[in-house]
């Protein structure tokens, strides 16, 4: 969808769309909407989505007061937007003159209502104890006061002021003391922080976590473009962080597995989740599983690192992992791991652990071989999956990219002794019953993981 939009931005997320566009002509705002529009209608009509009208409105964000009346004519199936001066998108209520006033009101009508929770289990002789009292009041109310902080807090202090009082008011239900005692005891005895306070500290993680995330983050990428130039983003939310010094241009960029989307090209990456012929392990006789195996291993080339991976589970419900792998040069490495979950995931993460372990290696091919179809076709099709456990192993492939430029540690010094491209290595996953054949030869560890590297008696 974000492809039909041209000339206007738009934002998504799960079923919420919205489109925006800024101009000084407000004839020239409509019409660009109204042409994305018809394009988006388009693309929902292809693919059998469905826009409700009645459930979209018009909103114009401005400071001059002469247009606050203004009606937009948008349209969405024919039928004219109905316009409104206090949107909600994504939980957070939206105003025209931008001061966040509206949203406000509503968080402490919101918590107003949570406090009678409070009083309804406090009193002096009986009911719960302060320590029931407070953890009730910061998981309860204190995130409805707190949603959207990153945004609010350019609010006036007047609007700020609302929200401290529902907090001075919980702290006075948690401990039982008179209006008439100060409020930094009160809160001191509560044992909150003041919210002004607390909404400080969160923008300073906040906005760091954001510049850390480099222009993979669509807010990252503003914020790091971000110029105080323009009268009215002085008043925004990164120009307040900015008035406090809470803006580090030289925080060290940061690149999560989530970074890795399904659009990330993995051509050399193969994953083969077929036998040469078809053996159920259920029917077919064992020896005949043997030979099937084989078969697959000395197609293998010779030079290739080989790594063997199985997850299992006891009669008692434990599951664990186990890896098994030989190099030329005669080093066996064994693990074996308890992990707590499905014998799915014990799988995946044994293929995690292979893939570390051949990071140490730069032989031009790496065989990970395991007996689990289903890990095979989870990460095979992880892009129309779409979960997090696949990034976290698809991103082995982004290390070995990353290694000759320097950015793993593990791998730079193999890359500047040998001077080799290390983008040119590749992984084919093989699908076989190894179950029998490599179980004996891992190294067992009760309770707790080791890894063990050891000459091999065989060569």
Same mark, same amino acid.
């Given at each position: 969808m974000e492809k039909m939009v041209s000339s206007c931005n738009i934002g998504l997320f799960a079923d919420d769309v919205v489109i925006w566009k800024n101009d000084k002509v407000v004839i020239k705002i409509e019409n660009s909407l109204n042409e994305n529009m018809v394009a988006i209608q388009s693309f929902a009509e292809e693919h059998k989505l469905n826009f409700n009208p009645a459930k979209s409105f018009t909103c114009i964000f401005t400071t001059n007061r002469h247009m606050f009346n203004l009606q937009p004519k948008m349209y969405l199936k024919g039928n004219l937007l109905e316009t409104t001066n206090s949107p909600t998108y994504l939980g957070f209520t939206l105003d025209t003159e931008i001061n966040c006033g509206k949203h406000i009101a509503k968080l402490v009508e919101k918590g107003r209502k949570r406090l009678q929770l $409070?009083?309804?289990?406090?009193?002096?002789?009986?009911?719960?104890?302060?320590? !029931? $009292?407070?953890?009730?009041? !910061?998981?309860?109310?204190? %995130?409805?006061? /707190?949603y959207g902080y990153q945004v609010y807090q350019v609010a006036s202090q007047t609007n700020l002021n609302k929200l401290k009082r529902v907090q001075l008011s919980a702290a006075r239900i948690i401990t039982g003391l008179r209006s008439c005692c100060p409020k930094a005891i009160v809160l001191y005895e509560a044992d909150l922080q003041p919210l002004s306070m607390r909404i400080r500290t969160n923008s300073a993680k906040y906005i760091a976590k954001l510049q850390s995330l480099g222009s993979f983050n669509r807010t990252s990428k503003f914020i790091l473009q971000w110029t105080n130039n323009q009268r009215l983003k002085k008043d925004s939310p990164v120009g307040v962080m900015w008035k406090r010094g809470l803006l580090d241009f030289n925080i060290e960029p940061c690149i999560p597995f989530s970074c890795l989307t399904p659009n990330t090209s993995l051509d050399i990456v193969s994953f083969n989740d077929q036998l040469?012929?078809?053996?159920?392990?259920? !029917?077919?006789? %064992? /020896?005949?599983?043997r030979q099937l195996s084989l078969e697959l291993i000395n197609n293998i080339p010779s030079q290739a690192l080989v790594l063997y991976t199985d997850g299992s589970k006891s009669d008692s419900g434990r599951t664990g992992s186990g890896v098994y792998a030989k190099a030329e040069d005669g080093l066996v490495f064994r693990c074996r791991f308890r992990n707590p979950g499905s014998v799915f995931r014990s799988e995946l993460l044994a293929i995690r652990e292979a893939l570390n372990f051949a990071l140490h290696f730069e032989n031009s091919d790496i065989y990970v071989l395991t007996d689990s179809k289903s890990s095979i076709q989870y990460l095979k099709n992880w892009p129309e999956i779409r979960e997090k456990p696949g990034p976290k192993l698809l991103h082995f492939r982004r290390k070995v990219e990353f290694a000759s430029n320097g950015f793993h540690p593990m791998l730079e010094y193999l890359a500047m002794r040998r001077q080799t491209c290390l983008r040119k290595r590749e992984v084919l996953f093989l699908l076989h019953p190894l179950r029998k054949l490599h179980v004996r030869n891992i190294f067992y560890s009760k309770g707790y993981s080791k890894f063990c590297l050891e000459k091999s008696s065989h060569t």
């Open positions: $409070l009083k309804f289990i406090s009193g002096r002789d009986w009911g719960a104890n302060s320590g !029931t $009292l407070r953890m009730t009041y !910061t998981a309860l109310i204190r %995130p409805v006061l /707190e040469l012929s078809s053996a159920p392990k259920h !029917t077919q006789n %064992p /020896e005949m599983m």
